[in-house]
């Protein structure tokens, strides 16, 4: 989101303001929600909003929500946090790993729910996920081997691959983890794994160019910031007939062979039971950091079949998803 465009989010909001001025109860608090994310591709907004009404707070009537986004560009997040710091919140939602790390790097003690972050533990943001400690809770996405899952249901959907490339965002904290996990799997895989960093778009571009002319047999998007600049990837790889590994489902809408993540609804759903929970008087030191108990495997057969790849039987099978 550029600069004019969060000028006329905020004037959006004093719109709102007014009118949910005029529609509260009389004695009833508006409470003040604050969401910050790195890119709106990363926030389910329609699910938080429902999930969060039906726990009884009405946006428009006892609820502001104010949202505001990097429009994938992290280093604008640090400006980000001072502007959404002067608003006044009862609750930050923090959604993912860059965006919570600038948070708690800037002070302030506004309770932060963390949301679409991997592994809070590793990246310092909770003591624990039973008893966090601090002053931020929330839902992880992950569990440890995810990252290894998603490369080997790669190779059972792909029995003859040999090469993969990995798109990774070298600036998200999230990153080196899995590119580990990745390194350690893989050889028990019969895979070679090249790594892959860029930015933004141009840089997919360019090194797509130079991956593709190394034979590269597949590519394997990297959960986290590198979801935001996968939809050119899917794009030509598309294109050149190869076939791309992406980390949530609506990236396998936008084209991607297959995806296999934690349920997305549910997630936002757990990330609203946070924010009413400390709307409510709760300590975020005291609320469990929640994981995901349900993953969905999406594959798409539409895809599969313009890049001249068919999907084992029993893996088409196991699918959460199949889009035709």
Do not use: C
């Not at 028990?188 to 590269?216: C, H, I, W, Y």
């Amino acid at each position: 989101m550029r600069r004019r465009e969060i000028i006329s989010l905020m004037s959006g909001v004093a719109v709102g303001w007014s009118s949910l001025a005029r529609a509260q109860q009389p004695g009833e608090r508006v409470r003040r929600v604050g969401v910050l994310t790195p890119s709106l591709v990363q926030l389910n907004r329609e699910v938080l909003q429902r999930a969060l009404e039906q726990r009884g707070h009405k946006e428009g009537v006892n609820l502001l929500l104010i949202i505001m986004s990097a429009d994938g560009e992290l280093e604008r997040l640090a400006s980000l946090v001072e502007q959404i710091a002067r608003e006044e919140l009862d609750v930050i939602v923090a959604v993912n790993s860059p965006t919570t790390r600038a948070i708690l790097a800037a002070p302030g003690t506004t309770p932060v729910v963390m949301a679409m972050v991997s592994d809070p533990i590793v990246l310092g943001f909770v003591d624990s996920l039973s008893r966090p400690g601090g002053r931020v809770t929330g839902v992880a996405t992950v569990i440890q081997d995810l990252a290894q899952k998603r490369l080997a249901l790669l190779k059972e959907a792909l029995p003859r691959l040999r090469r993969v490339t990995a798109l990774l965002h070298p600036d998200d904290p999230i990153t080196e983890p899995q590119r580990l996990q990745i390194a350690d799997i893989a050889p028990s895989l019969g895979l070679e794994v090249d790594f892959m960093p860029a930015r933004n778009s141009k840089e997919v571009e360019e090194a797509f160019r130079q991956e593709l002319a190394a034979k590269t047999d597949a590519f394997f998007v990297v959960a986290g910031q590198s979801g935001v600049i996968a939809a050119r990837l899917v794009e030509l790889a598309r294109q050149h007939r190869v076939p791309a590994a992406v980390p949530i489902r609506e990236q396998v809408r936008w084209g991607g062979l297959m995806s296999y993540s934690a349920d997305e609804v549910d997630h936002w759903e757990r990330v609203a039971i946070q924010v009413d929970r400390l709307l409510r008087g709760a300590s975020p030191s005291q609320i469990p950091v929640e994981q995901p108990t349900k993953f969905n495997l999406v594959l798409n057969v539409r895809t599969a079949r313009e890049i001249g790849v068919e999907f084992p039987a029993n893996l088409l099978a196991r699918a959460d998803e199949v889009i035709e």
